[in-house]
């Protein structure tokens, strides 16, 4: 039709235009940080804030963290009658694309849970979007109730280029830890004992492998499965120090020894048959149904896991966090994503009310009491011997004791989880040699690391 | 000339034939009589077309603008932009990444095109004796659900079938070919094929619908007087369906071809581009650029790209098309 052909040109004649008009525009954007702006004083009075509506994104959506912050929501409005909360909660993925606009926004909801590492909470910073909260902090004392390594996750230079600043923007409410799932069942069935290290692991994957067992489950068709694989191995190949300064940018190169090293253990497993068969077509969730039902002797995953294989396993499955090289446990971790103000809300001191309130002391027990891991676990705290969560419990505390968290390896760049799960897919399918994998890595780090 | 034409040319063809080389010089004196007249009417045709254009132009101008202007720069969609001319333009054809995420929509094009239309027209050529069968329109429904279900669900579905113990391999394993089962959509050797299978299935029905209801205007004197010249079956379809349905395969090209080249919801749930990037299709690498690796710009450049690549091969097919007649 020569309609079709008219209307196409006219068409790429309106997008010329479009290219000219875009040409001489001025350019996208913000207008970066906002120059340490007077903060003000701060104060815990909720109530001089007269009747305000407060805005909250997060993303607790699944089973028990979805219970908790309901719980706490209420408790909150019930004990501030003059403040309403207006929640919108999205999953972790949605929450990561949509809050960028949302905090460009002249109106961005006050309070937000931002992800940590480069890509979303540096960005955000840089941006001059979230308000430091380092006077909330010693108000509420958040300095003194975490550990210094959780709270350095969350804070950046007040330009959002390092992370691990000076300055902290954020405190997180639940703890993370990923590590080794194990079937009771099938490690006395087979005579073997908890692994405690890398190669104790791999002895007992050789020996289910030769018994006709699945060694491992593992399920990576969304891909980000494959950063916890590659980081609790690299953890504890490398151990915590040098994975931690690697992610943080202040020393070492992903072409290390111990990460190739890390990387040639994940390509063996794969071409010795100890992962599942075919795992890049997999989901997570059918690997961890796998497991769960007696199918693979081991699961690599998180413990935000725990409430789903305490119900699907009972006393049946345990959890261990293994030992690096430096005899230490080590291994990926760290915290839920960030609680944030944002630097246009009108009422931060309402915010941090709020964030103290779903986040401090007797928030955690109301985590515990809905099957979530708070970032600090109470010293009394001490579930039912056996059981899944006494295990999570702790190894956490090992962890934290050892001061053996590797943060997420996805911190590292704002494209390092798009390459380092890609890469993890050509590594465990054979498509990439571990020195061309680390490879990979390296480039993306460094071209990063120059750009800064 | 279109075989059509040959076997019955219409009344109009032949007026358009006379108009066309009527006298020209009468026609200019005409247009010089009403010039003024024409000209206040054609002013106020603009005034009836303004509300329409100014729509498009808010809501479809200006982002294109905007998207094109992005594209010039480095930016994280928060801070601020820096102006990098067409880096972002060199980087779309010299990242492998990104130049294979165009391949692979070649790949799909051939999948998501010319399998549905060849596979189309085939069917066409067997279901247009019978389309006279009573239960036509139920057969026309279900080839055509495919379209209709939400693509989120296909994509579902299918990685259910190309699953380890899925449909596919439970099928493979029944005629006895259990070495070849696979999971499908993890095999670096098959995802890409197996996202394309998808689009033709998905494509056939739209195809077939739209050429049997080209068949159904063909009138049906035309293939009586073919069979009285003796022609066979193969010759009936390639003397009066064929050159009769160049319509309907334009518009079936068209929008299968663009549906190749926008593919976004597929990759987006069976693969998420993986394994490692062997799935990458220009849609997704610009969403997931924009939205998860902070890299605006280079997201921007991108879109422009495919969106004048969809441009060109639109034209291209659109000469394929009978030309109007006026």
């Known amino acids: 039709m020569t309609f079709t052909r008219t209307v196409l040109a006219r068409g790429a004649a309106v997008a010329a235009l479009g290219a000219v008009f875009a040409l001489t525009a001025c350019a996208p954007g913000g207008s970066g940080p906002a120059t340490s702006a007077s903060l003000g004083p701060v104060s815990k009075d909720v109530a001089a804030a007269g009747d305000i509506t407060l805005t909250v994104w997060d993303q607790n959506t699944d089973g028990g963290i979805a219970d908790a912050q309901t719980q706490l929501n209420e408790a909150f409005m019930k004990q501030y009658p003059n403040v309403k909360i207006e929640r919108t909660a999205q999953s972790f993925a949605d929450l990561k694309t949509t809050l960028k606009l949302a905090l460009s926004s002249n109106t961005p909801p006050d309070v937000v849970q931002a992800n940590q590492g480069y890509p979303d909470m540096g960005a955000f910073v840089e941006a001059g979007m979230l308000r430091p909260v380092d006077d909330y902090a010693s108000l509420y004392g958040w300095d003194s109730y975490y550990p210094e390594g959780l709270l350095k996750q969350n804070s950046f230079s007040s330009d959002g280029k390092t992370w691990q600043g000076d300055t902290l923007y954020g405190v997180s409410q639940t703890g993370e830890l990923v590590g080794v799932y194990y079937s009771k069942k099938l490690l006395a069935q087979l005579g073997l004992d908890v692994p405690a290290t890398l190669a104790d692991l791999e002895s007992d994957m050789e020996k289910a492998k030769a018994a006709g067992i699945l060694p491992l489950a593992f399920g990576n068709l969304e891909k980000s499965p494959g950063i916890h694989l590659f980081g609790v191995t690299q953890a504890a190949v490398a151990g915590s120090t040098a994975v931690n300064d690697l992610v943080a940018g202040t020393s070492g190169a992903w072409t290390d020894a111990p990460t190739v090293e890390a990387a040639q253990d994940l390509a063996d497993w794969s071409s010795k048959g100890y992962l599942t068969a075919g795992a890049n077509g997999i989901s997570r969730d059918d690997a961890l149904t796998s497991f769960s039902s007696g199918g693979a002797l081991f699961d690599i995953n998180g413990t935000w896991q725990q409430q789903t294989l305490a119900t699907a396993m009972g006393d049946d499955v345990g959890f261990v966090a293994l030992n690096s090289t430096e005899g230490t446990p080590a291994t990926t971790g760290g915290q839920g994503l960030a609680w944030a103000i944002t630097f246009k809300s009108a009422h931060p001191d309402v915010a941090a009310a709020y964030i103290d309130f779903v986040t401090n002391a007797k928030a955690a027990q109301v985590l515990l009491d809905t099957g979530n891991l708070p970032t600090v676990l109470p010293a009394d705290y001490a579930p039912a011997a056996g059981s899944l969560a006494a295990d999570i419990a702790t190894q956490y505390r090992a962890v934290q004791a050892a001061n053996g968290v590797v943060p997420y390896l996805d911190y590292s760049t704002p494209t390092f989880y798009d390459t380092l799960t890609a890469a993890v897919q050509d590594l465990v399918a054979g498509q990439a040699t571990p020195e061309k994998f680390t490879e990979t890595l390296q480039a993306d780090y460094s071209a990063f690391q120059s750009s800064k | ?326």
């Not at chain 2, 279901?127 to 659900?145: A, D, K, P």
Request: with cysteine; aromatic share 10%.
């Open chain 2, 1 to 326: 000339m279109t075989a059509l034409h040959s076997v019955a040319p219409s009344e109009e063809t032949a007026t358009a034939t006379l108009t066309r080389a009527g006298d020209h010089a009468q026609a200019v004196r005409a247009r010089r009589a009403s010039g003024s007249r024409r000209a206040r009417r054609s002013r106020v045709a603009y005034l009836y077309v303004a509300p329409a254009f100014l729509v498009f132009a808010i809501f479809l101008g200006v982002p294109i603008a905007q998207t094109v202007q992005y594209s010039f720069y480095d930016w994280n969609g928060l801070g601020t932009a820096t102006w990098v001319g067409i880096e972002n333009y060199l980087r779309v054809f010299e990242d492998p990444q990104l130049r294979d995420s165009f391949a692979h929509a070649i790949v799909l094009m051939a999948f998501y095109a010319l399998l549905p239309v060849m596979i189309g027209l085939f069917l066409t050529a067997l279901i247009s004796r019978s389309h006279q069968m009573r239960s036509m329109s139920f057969y026309r429904t279900v080839l055509f659900l495919p379209q209709v279900i939400a693509s989120v669900v296909v994509a579902t579905i299918w990685v259910a079938i190309y699953s380890q113990n899925g449909l596919a391999n439970e099928v493979l394993r029944a005629i006895g070919l259990a070495d070849l089962t696979r999971v499908w959509l993890g095999d670096y050797d098959t995802a890409l094929f197996a996202i394309g299978l998808v689009g033709t299935w998905l494509n056939i029905g739209l195809c077939l619908v739209l050429f049997l209801s080209g068949v159904g205007n063909i009138p049906p004197e035309l293939f009586e007087a073919v069979r009285l010249d003796g022609a066979g079956r193969v010759r009936e379809f390639t003397a009066i369906t064929l050159p009769a349905l160049r319509g309907q395969i334009a518009v079936a090209l068209t929008l299968t071809v663009v549906s190749a080249l926008k593919t976004f919801d597929l990759v987006y749930i069976t693969t998420r581009g993986g394994p490692g990037n062997s799935t990458t299709v220009p849609a997704f690498e610009a969403y997931n650029r924009a939205f998860n690796t902070g890299q605006v710009g280079l997201a921007s450049a991108v879109a422009v790209v495919l969106t004048v690549v969809i441009v060109l091969l639109t034209i291209a097919i659109s000469r394929i098309e009978p030309k109007d007649v006026e």
